[in-house]
């Protein structure tokens, strides 16, 4: 055996795992006397000082450790349901849902004293090392961009059969959701069809689709970044009948032309003023070339300017120390829509209807931060020179507003009466993350199913208690800053209304306003309260557009809500 040969065997005779190479490494690591001691003495501090700190703040904030309670009782088993085989009873038949042990997470990380003070803290260190976080990523010059923009336009075909497949298996121990947006479209624009209304569809380009210089640096041109399935999106609904109008090659042109305007903002998620009317002057023009809908009434419509300061929804996700400098408000110019001497408000009788998400919302919303009655429908109608319909919320364009008219048909409402054509826009991430599920859009008949609504105008007192309440997510998590939660009360009592006494009422209430969750969030089945409810109608036109959660079921369905606070 000649040297090498010799080396070469040794060396296999030699050759350990890596666990065993660290358990010698580690073995041979020696300690000072003193240091044994130090090193597990600040390990104890450690790990004690945080239950002994969430303790302290049980005495100031007993709600914390209260919810925190509720959260640990809820992972103790029913005996009563949980199966056996043969009488013998499986572990994991033992285990509560993925879906309930996440939301306990998130119930303790919500109500952690020792996180709500560390994570901002935390979150600045990060930002001077040039990091953002889970949901928001640092660009180039200040700006910043949304983790589920980015994900779109760099991930994998929304359209590639493994990738629809993953996700429609995706659900776990929920509901999995319909992840093909060609059939959700073409599904709802055959319902539409059938009343003899055309449908048109707007995907709303994310920022880095019409910015990816921002992100990845590179020329500032009109290059457009998109997901690779993108164009056979368009291909196959164009194939089907369906009418896409596409706003990002427009808006390319414009940012080559005039590179000085910006076209979105600089630290939130959606596009500037002018941008936003730009497009709605374009979709106006495509639309009239499509669908014979009325002349314009001229003069109708007029607007007022007016300047307003906000800070965007992503540096809000970043959740820095309250003060910090490094991103500030920024200043926008809008132009308030007005309907003769009012402020615009949505048709029912119009021959238009706008179905629309937060790119919609941005500059109508107030409690989104960034004015109102300036917002995409306002400038559609303004630019048709015609009243128009229209139906908006915040987040998950892919289903929600075509949830809201769903429910509104089911109830015997027929938002869609006298319609021509109904104009569709949904943020463009929604293509490779929303849930396009196929919802039923048939009229039916009113019903009165014994749900108490106060008389319009009026506003009653009443006990009652909670049976059910949908979700309400937590603080800082969302991209928007408030939220409506659903609640289903009982055993209602009242002296401002005799009539309420022993009825049952379906309620919308606040669960978080500006990232701060409010009482209604923390409501559980079981629960006694006290609430001042007014009917939902009263209040509509200011909060239907904002983001909410509801409960299922058919009475629930067709009952006519109320408003509580």
């Known amino acids: 055996m000649n040297p090498i040969e010799a080396h070469s065997t040794s060396r296999i005779k030699a050759k350990v795992t890596r666990e065993e190479q660290a358990a010698q490494e580690l073995g041979r690591t020696e300690f000072a006397p003193g240091t044994r001691v130090a090193l597990v003495g600040v390990f104890l501090a450690v790990i004690t000082s945080v239950p002994l700190v969430q303790l302290c703040a049980a005495f100031r904030q007993p709600e914390r450790i209260t919810r925190l309670a509720e959260g640990l009782i809820g992972l103790v088993p029913d005996m009563a349901r949980v199966k056996s085989v043969n009488g013998v009873v499986s572990a994991a038949n033992?285990?509560?849902?993925?879906?309930?042990?996440?939301?306990?997470?998130?119930?303790?990380?919500?109500?952690?004293?020792?996180?709500?003070?560390l994570l901002p803290r935390v979150q600045s260190l990060m930002l001077a090392l040039g990091l953002g976080n889970e949901k928001a990523y640092l660009g180039r010059d200040g700006w910043l961009f949304y983790r589920a923009d980015f994900d779109y336009v760099t991930g994998r075909g929304f359209l590639d059969p493994k990738v629809l497949k993953r996700r429609a298996t995706s659900g776990g121990d929920a509901k999995a959701p319909q992840p093909d947006p060609v059939k959700g479209i073409i599904y709802f624009c055959d319902q539409l069809a059938a009343r003899g209304i055309s449908l048109i569809v707007m995907p709303a380009p994310v920022k880095p689709t019409i910015y990816p210089e921002f992100l990845a640096g590179g020329s500032s041109g009109s290059a457009l970044v998109q997901n690779p399935s993108f164009d056979d999106f368009k291909r196959q609904l164009a194939q089907a009948g369906v009418a896409v109008f596409d706003p990002a090659p427009f808006l390319a042109e414009v940012k080559a032309r005039t590179p000085e305007a910006k076209l979105y903002l600089e630290t939130d998620t959606h596009w500037t003023p002018p941008a936003m009317e730009l497009t709605a002057v374009e979709l106006a023009g495509f639309a009239r070339q499509r669908v014979s809908l009325s002349v314009a009434q001229g003069g109708r419509f007029?607007?007022?300017?007016?300047?307003?300061?906000?800070t965007g929804d992503i540096a809000g996700m970043l959740k820095l120390p309250a003060g910090h400098w490094t991103?500030?408000?920024?200043?926008?110019?809008l132009r308030e829509v007005l309907d003769a001497s009012r402020y615009w408000l949505p048709a029912a009788n119009a021959e238009v209807l706008f179905l629309g998400d937060s790119f919609a919302n941005i500059y109508s919303l107030e409690p989104m931060g960034w004015g109102h009655s300036a917002g995409f429908a306002e400038h559609l109608s303004l630019a048709l020179g015609?009243?128009?319909?229209?139906l908006c919320r915040n987040?998950?364009?892919?289903?929600?507003?075509?949830?809201?008219?769903?429910?509104?048909?089911?109830?015997?409402q027929d938002r869609l009466a006298g319609k021509k054509l109904v104009i569709w826009e949904f943020a463009a991430r929604e293509l490779a993350c929303g849930d396009w599920k196929q919802l039923p859009m048939a009229l039916g008949e009113k019903h009165d199913v014994g749900m108490y609504v106060p008389a319009d105008g009026k506003i009653v007192g009443v006990r009652g208690v909670v049976r059910a309440a949908s979700p309400a997510p937590r603080p800082g998590t969302v991209p928007y800053k408030d939220h409506i939660v659903?609640?289903?009360?009982?055993?209602?009592?009242?002296?401002?209304?005799?009539?309420?006494?022993g009825k049952e009422a379906v309620v919308f209430l606040w669960s978080m306003r500006d990232?701060?969750?409010?009482v209604a969030s923390r409501y559980r089945p079981g629960d006694a309260v006290s609430l001042q409810l007014r009917p939902w109608s009263d209040v509509a036109a200011k909060y239907e557009a904002i983001n909410r959660s509801e409960l299922e079921g058919n009475e629930i369905l067709?009952?006519?809500p109320a408003w509580g606070e």
């Open 94 to 117: 033992l285990l509560p849902p993925a879906s309930q042990i996440k939301k306990i997470e998130d119930d303790w990380e919500e109500n952690s004293v020792v996180g709500e003070v």
């Open 302 to 310: 007029t607007t007022v300017e007016k300047t307003v300061e906000a």
């Open 327 to 333: 991103y500030l408000p920024e200043r926008v110019q």
């Open 386 to 390: 015609l009243p128009i319909d229209a």
């Open 395 to 412: 987040d998950a364009g892919s289903h929600a507003t075509r949830e809201m008219l769903a429910k509104e048909l089911q109830r015997g």
């Open 486 to 501: 659903m609640v289903h009360l009982t055993d209602i009592e009242s002296t401002d209304d005799l009539t309420a006494t």
């Open 515 to 518: 990232n701060v969750a409010t």
């Open 558 to 560: 067709l009952a006519t």
